[in-house]
């Protein structure tokens, strides 16, 4: 025994030594362990430690013997690095010296050499800029020559050669010589350009341009007399050589530009012999509409309006078929049509820039060019094909103090619009009400023109060139649907105490159809898109929490969120309204029928036919009457909600204070089954297949009120087991499966119980 506690006695480790006798302690126990028979095997553990040490002696004296060996190598090459090392230092002290030695002789050659190529390089500037002036003598002289052999197209390819020179040389600090070069392309290019336009006015004036009459007017344009060869030669070749000319033409010729407050977007000069081709148009359009004539009133922006479209509409035929060939022969990217049109689109910007600071207080003339410049784009980009990357007259409208007295008046308008639909007798009243298939929502004519006066807005804006006007817009538009929704709140405060009258009914179906269309419109594109556009803005102003910046980003939500959030709980309030003021009634007529002598009913055998409690008759004619008045007075869907709502308020009114406060015999329970089955829920089979499952606590009470005695008595068993906590017999159902097998799931245990406890037809079991 003294020898087990020895053994077992714990050998602590000493962590900051080697401690041979902890991990030999670990080894016996590891090896022996508590069993005594084990000791047999230390014969063979001796024998193997005894192995282990020999082979460890022998690695020792092997490791021992071949170190010193390595050591002295590793000497030896440690040795024979460091006289290398030492040569090479002396080698470079040599070397270095002799560089410093080299250095010191070459210094006074350096320094002439550098004064001579300085020399060198200074007359290689002056070669080089010699060469320059002669390069450029020599093109001009070229095309002096050029066009005194009549070879106009020579000249002009060689004009636009000394453009690209021009651009070139830039960035030289040259200026005498960028002077001389600007000069020479100046004095080569007007000439060139003078006799070119005057050939090209002349090939114009025999092709009848311009075209001031519809394309089936026109005497020669696209007509084919004898000569038109010759002139549409005539007309290429020269639309050709002016093209040379439009490098040339950009280097001189500084376009008009509005005045930076308008937020055009950048567009390349028009091409020079378009801007030719247009030089009698625009003419004809600053005689008209400038200065004291009588086409030039504020009053009339069509007039100047509709000219361009006609003028863009007469020519675009010509255009595509003649001079876009052309276009495309030469390898210019340009569309002829749009080109043309750009460039009077640029005479009406500057018109709307003199017109609208003239008009911008006087609201009806505003108002008026709005719609004008609205209709004209709106035919520009339909019917012509105009691109929204050009400027256009929305760029205009962009302009911060026009912008704003826009919005402004767009909001005056919309408010008076308002006032005026809603004051008109006809407003409640839906224009489709004879029509069964259209009226399906029963939408009143103040919620329509209001939905329809949203959508015009969102028409008028949505060629906004910028993000952030479009939002302004939006912004204005949640402002009237807000104010609109405010204003229904107000008339149907006035309808409450008439809340199933026809017009308290015709104010929900409003709040209803604005709440449908706004989230129909949440899914458009256009929308989609100003939500990203919000996003964006939020996201760097910070206005937003996370959650809701997720919730845009993730489209969970929409733009008009919350004002579809304020609608559907003024929907909801107003339908609540509803539904209690039927419920009250219902309440009040069933009265005489909870106070039904239930205990006292003859049986469904004592009686022929079985037949509706009489005071039951005018607590489901209120039903039906309300019912049938509703649903020709609300939309589908409002009905819906409404039916349901109310169906749950009568069913538990119905359950609490008729079934559970009574007590029935057969012939009760029977007439309450017969009453509930064939009459309540009939009133609802019209809008629902099943209308017995709305009524879920009337409906499973009269299963447990018209058990048989045998099955209530084992249902009644088998509760008063569970609510004993008493173990259920082999073959005996779980209070809950059998409640299920009967058909009940709404009503609990303790409820059934109590069903079963207003049964009066019990059988004496003498307990």
């Known amino acids: 025994m003294a020898s087990i506690a020895v053994r077992k006695k714990e050998v602590t480790r000493d962590l900051d030594h080697c401690d041979i006798p902890y991990y030999v302690s670990e080894f016996v126990e590891r090896e022996l362990g508590n069993d005594y028979d084990s000791l047999g095997k230390l014969d063979s553990l001796i024998e193997k430690l005894s192995e282990n040490k020999k082979h460890l002696e022998e690695q020792v004296l092997t490791v021992s013997s071949e170190v010193p060996k390595r050591i002295q190598n590793a000497l030896k090459n440690a040795e024979d690095s460091k006289k290398s090392l030492s040569q090479l230092l002396e080698e470079e002290t040599v070397l270095s010296e002799s560089i410093n030695s080299h250095l010191l002789k070459a210094e006074p050659w350096m320094e002439d050499l550098d004064v001579l190529i300085g020399q060198v390089e200074e007359i290689e500037r002056h070669l080089a800029y010699l060469q320059w002036i002669s390069r450029i003598e020599e093109l001009s002289d070229s095309i002096q020559q050029y066009l005194m052999t009549n070879n106009v197209p020579e000249a002009a390819s060689t004009l636009a050669f000394m453009a690209e020179l021009d651009i070139k040389l830039q960035e030289s600090s040259c200026s005498h010589l960028l002077a001389f070069v600007r000069s020479t392309v100046k004095f080569w290019h007007k000439i060139l350009k003078d006799k070119l336009t005057s050939d090209f006015e002349e090939v114009l004036t025999q092709l009848r341009w311009p075209f001031v009459g519809p394309p089936q007017s026109q005497a020669f344009g696209l007509a084919a007399p004898a000569n038109a060869p010759e002139v549409y030669n005539n007309l290429e070749m020269l639309f050709c050589q002016l093209l040379k000319l439009q490098t040339s033409d950009e280097l001189l010729t500084k376009p008009k530009q509005l005045p930076e407050k308008y937020p055009l977007p950048p567009s390349p000069p028009v091409i020079l012999p378009i801007q030719i081709m247009l030089n009698p148009l625009q003419k004809r359009f600053k005689y008209h509409f400038t200065g004291n004539k009588q086409t030039n009133v504020l009053n009339k922006p069509e007039w100047y309006l509709t000219q361009v479209l006609m003028w863009i509409g007469n020519h675009s035929k010509f255009l595509d078929d003649k001079i876009q060939p052309i276009l495309d022969k030469a390898g210019s990217s340009v569309n002829a049509g749009l080109e043309f049109s750009r460039a009077l689109v640029m005479l009406i910007l500057e018109k709307l820039a003199a017109d609208i600071p003239c008009l911008l207080y006087d609201d009806a003339l505003f108002c008026h060019l709005v719609d004008e410049v609205l209709l004209f784009e709106r035919e520009l980009y339909s019917v012509h094909g105009y691109l929204s990357s050009l400027p256009s007259c929305m760029h205009i409208l962009s302009e911060e103090s026009c912008f704003q007295r826009w919005l402004t008046v767009e909001k005056k308008f919309a408010l008076q619009k308002m006032d005026s639909m809603l004051s008109s007798e006809a407003a409640w009243v839906s224009q489709y009400k004879d029509i069964t298939d259209v009226d399906e929502m029963k939408v009143p004519d103040c919620a329509e023109t209001f939905m329809t006066l949203l959508l015009v807005i969102t028409d008028r804006y949505k060629n906004l060139p910028t993000a952030s006007r479009k939002l302004q817009f939006l912004g204005l538009q949640k402002e009237l649907v807000d104010d609109f929704r ?26 209803n159809y604005i709440a449908t269309v706004l989230a129909d419109w949440a899914d458009n594109v256009f929308f989609l898109q100003l939500q990203q556009a919000e996003l964006e803005v939020h996201a760097e102003s910070d206005t937003m929490s996370q959650l809701q910046l997720g919730q845009l980003a993730s489209m969970e939500s929409s733009v008009f969120d919350d004002m579809i959030n304020l609608l559907e709980r003024l929907k909801h309030d107003m339908l609540t309204r509803q539904v209690d003021h039927v419920f009250r009634e219902v309440k009040d007529a069933a009265k005489l029928y909870k106070k039904e002598r239930w205990l006292s009913l003859p049986s469904q055998a004592e009686q022929a036919v079985m037949s509706l409690s009489s ?15 509703l649903e020709q007075q609300l939309c589908h869907s409002l009905f819906k909600i409404f039916w349901q709502m109310l169906a749950e308020k009568v069913d538990l009114h119905i359950y609490q204070e008729v079934i559970m406060a009574n007590h029935f015999n057969e012939g009760g329970a029977a007439q309450l089954h017969f009453d509930m089955s064939r009459n309540l829920f009939p009133l609802f089979s019209h809008y629902c297949k099943r209308p017995e499952n709305y009524f879920k606590h009337i409906k499973e009470a009269c ?3 018209n058990l048989n005695i045998g099955s ?44 079963l406890s207003l049964r009066a037809n019990w059988p004496n079991t003498g307990k």
């Open 615 to 629: 005071t039951a008759c005018p607590m489901l004619q209120t039903l039906r009457d309300r019912l049938l008045q």
């Open 486 to 511: 405010i204003r229904l709140t107000q008339v149907m405060k006035e309808e409450t105490r008439a809340s199933l009258g026809f017009r308290y009914c015709a104010i929900l179906n409003a709040v």
């Open 703 to 705: 299963i447990i009120l």
């Open 712 to 755: 209530a008595l084992l249902l009644k068993d088998v509760l008063q087991s569970a609510s004993e906590n008493e173990p259920l017999k082999p073959s005996q159902p779980s209070a809950t499966a059998a409640l299920n097998e009967l058909g009940v799931y709404k009503l609990a245990q303790r409820d059934v119980e109590i069903l």
